[in-house]
């Protein structure tokens, strides 16, 4: 056995039983780095009030009476919002996909615009069918995507149209968070959202951010008294001179549209006359026919082959070649059954 000497011991102990302490000073500065670092890699959580999404909600039904019989004064989008990031408005749309509300994100702004009502979901639905009837092979068809049109700003579309074989090319990043490549097609329908909102989307989709080639725009216009409807189809090249004035207008409606949206389509917009045809419209001073059956020609709303198939490395399908006609008939019959009315 060895003997420890005392003193040796009693210091040992004492050593071991007493704590160390550090300078106050140090303390507090590792715990204050410690709560930036924590608040930096901490995300910002969003929350849109039920009250608010409420109120919104409640001045989006009113809003087609007023179209109908009003003039056009500017933007109907409610902001719920501001001040937020793309990642937190994408993490909140992940979390709460279903709003009574529609929403996006314009510069760093949660906008509402739309309620989803059966009228609006029925012509978006049959464009969708329409088209993929003709074409299933080549093409790819969604919706419900929270798609990256800017760099604060995210924007879902109703429907959107791509080739299968469409692959990301620079400098365009990825449409969504799944690094899927952008559609050469957009579909937007409008009921609660007013054509003046329905016409600035599309700066949004020809954004430098995205490689969008067509957007097809329909406005419903609220069923009058004696069950007809004004509706107004808009086509949109990125191609064309003028990519934010559509390049043909078609009233297809039931009813002729009201003298506000005309003077609109024609004065602000700056469709030249002779590309805003159909009901209610005269064509080399001939009224146009109205559109009450299927396959009537100036009701056909051509999506042009170039644009639909761009990126596709096989180029324009054969069978393909003269692009497709969408028979706007057939979208109105859809949109007076979404009122409850049959034809």
């Not at 599309?202 to 009058?224: C, E, G, P």
């Not at 002729?256 to 064509?283: A, C, E, K, W």
């Amino acid at each position: 056995m060895v003997d420890i000497p005392k003193s040796i011991s009693q210091s040992t102990s004492q050593s071991a039983s007493q704590p160390t302490f550090q300078p106050t000073s140090t303390i507090d500065s590792q715990t204050s780095s410690q709560s930036i670092q924590e608040k930096k890699h901490k995300k910002k959580r969003i929350q849109l009030l039920s009250k608010d999404v409420d109120s919104a909600r409640e001045r989006l039904l009113a809003l087609p009476q007023v179209e109908e019989h009003g003039e056009y004064t500017g933007s109907s989008e409610i902001i719920l919002k501001e001040n937020v990031s793309l990642e937190e408005y994408l993490d909140y749309r992940d979390k709460n996909p279903n709003l009574s509300v529609r929403v996006y994100l314009h510069d760093g702004r949660i906008k509402a615009y739309e309620v989803p009502l059966t009228p609006h979901a029925m012509v978006s639905a049959v464009i969708k069918i329409l088209m993929g009837r003709w074409n299933y092979h080549d093409l790819e068809y969604g919706d419900g995507s929270n798609m990256i049109v800017g760099q604060n700003s995210a924007k879902e579309p109703d429907s959107w149209i791509r080739p299968v074989k469409r692959r990301r090319s620079m400098p365009y990043k990825a449409m969504d968070r799944f690094g899927g490549a952008y559609p050469t097609m957009i579909v937007e329908v409008g009921y609660t959202q007013s054509l003046p909102d329905l016409h600035q989307k599309v700066a949004l989709y020809f954004s430098q951010a995205t490689s969008i080639q067509i957007v097809l725009t329909i406005k419903i216009f609220d069923l009058r008294a004696d069950n007809t409807l004004a509706l107004i189809a808009m086509l949109y090249l990125r191609t064309d001179q003028n990519p934010l004035i559509p390049v043909k207008v078609i009233s297809f409606g039931k009813a002729d549209p009201v003298q506000s949206t005309v003077n609109y389509i024609i004065n602000t917009m700056n469709v030249p006359p002779n590309n805003f045809i159909g009901v209610g419209r005269t064509v080399n001073d001939v009224n146009c026919l109205p559109c009450d059956r299927a396959g009537i020609p100036i009701y056909q709303m051509n999506i042009p082959a170039a644009e639909l198939f761009d990126g596709d490395p096989n180029g324009v399908p054969m069978a393909a070649a003269g692009g497709f006609n969408l028979d706007l008939w057939e979208v109105q019959v859809k949109s007076l059954k979404g009122f409850n009315f049959v034809v």
